[in-house]
DNA sequence: GCCAACGTTGGC
DNA sequence: GCCAACGTTGGC
């Protein structure tokens, strides 16, 4: 039995929001081009929980949730001449860019703000509101999910 | 617009 | 391998 893993990741509204995904249903988290956030992705199991977090926007927080369902998917932006995401170095053989599926589970009724986030928890126990963390994909420790559930 | 905190690139 | 220059993220 594969554990179920909790993570964070985030999506700037205007790019990708918590209505989009719940209108697609499901989609592909593809155009991640951190190799840190990529490797987080490849730790990840089928039915791990991510909280949606909406970043650049007024105001930041969790606004959802939704879950893995499938794994090691070849990023096809990367191939793309047109998408912002085309990496020019990356060849077909050897993929450099991958990413998961995901589902929509809920959309949260409020925002849990990041000033609230920063009330609930330390640095350590979010990684989200650790001060200059650029990366948009986290591990989110047992926990803290557990009180983030309860939450949105 | 500013700035902190990285990551990436390329010369050497 | 080192390091400067530059780019990106994202809160404020």
Redo the contacts with the bound molecule.
Sequence with gaps: MTEINYWLM?S?PDAYSIDTLKTDGVTLWDGI????ARNFMRKMNKGDKVFF?H???K??GIVGLMEVIDLNIVDPTQFDKDSKYFDP?SQHENPRWDCVKVKYISKSNKILS??QL?ILFSDNELL?VK??????ILPVRNEVAKILLEKI
Excluded at 33 to 36: D, H, I, K
């Design positions: 985030k700037e081009r951190n190799y840190q977090y970043s650049n926007c105001p930041p170095k990041l000033p920063k989200v001060k200059g963390n650029r990366l948009s």
